[in-house]
């Protein structure tokens, strides 16, 4: 057994007598708690991905201090705690077509790689196009395969420049209606505003 392993981990593999899941909900709290400091620091937003670590208690742990979550199925997306940031990248689209009966309450974005993902995507979702490293000219280190000619692609996103503007024009019906609410709820808060404004006044 490792030496630099904390005690309650040890202790607790000590005690197993058979194949078991140990985790240290602690260190990861702390883990979570650091990655989330240092995104909003600079104005980022941190979600947590679900098939990183899909047992419950950690999802709950997620949700408790992450911004939200990251999402490439249907049973991630049942798994994980409702009312929190959402991004949805699932090339079978299951998981898109459940977003729709997401809670409208919580920011929904939808990773498209085809005009018909696009198109499917809830009416509320932003749309996020995932464009390959491939498309800057560089090799990518990450998800990388040979394509022939003696380079390396991503095999993540887009990488033909015609492909990315044929999921822009398709995505410009469901982005336009984001923007419809949006100036619909910027339109309630400012009323509202000003109706508090009033009352102040008379008061």
Do not use: W, Y
């Amino acid at each position: 057994m490792r030496p630099h392993l904390p005690p309650a981990i040890a202790a607790a593999i000590e005690r197993c007598t058979g194949p078991a899941l140990v985790f240290d909900r602690a260190a990861l709290a702390a883990n979570m708690r650091r990655v989330a400091e240092a995104a909003h620091v600079h104005g980022i937003r941190a979600l947590f991905a679900a098939k990183s670590f899909a047992h419950p208690e950690v999802l709950a742990l997620a949700g408790e201090l992450l911004d939200g979550f990251d999402v490439a199925s249907r049973g991630e997306l049942a798994a994980v705690p409702g009312g929190k940031l959402l991004s949805i990248a699932d090339p079978t689209g299951a998981a898109i077509d459940a977003g729709r009966a997401a809670v409208r309450g919580a920011r929904t974005i939808v990773v498209c790689e085809t005009p018909e993902q696009a198109a499917a995507a809830p009416p509320h979702a932003e749309i996020a196009i995932r464009i390959s490293a491939s498309l800057l000219g560089r090799d990518p280190a990450i998800g990388a395969v040979l394509d022939g000619s003696g380079r390396r692609r991503s095999r993540f996103g887009l990488d033909d420049p015609q492909q990315v503007a044929q999921v822009r024009e398709a995505a410009r019906d469901t982005v336009a209606q984001v923007r419809e609410a949006a100036r619909d709820m910027v339109a309630q808060v400012r009323e509202a505003a000003r109706d508090t404004v009033a009352q102040v006044r008379e008061a």
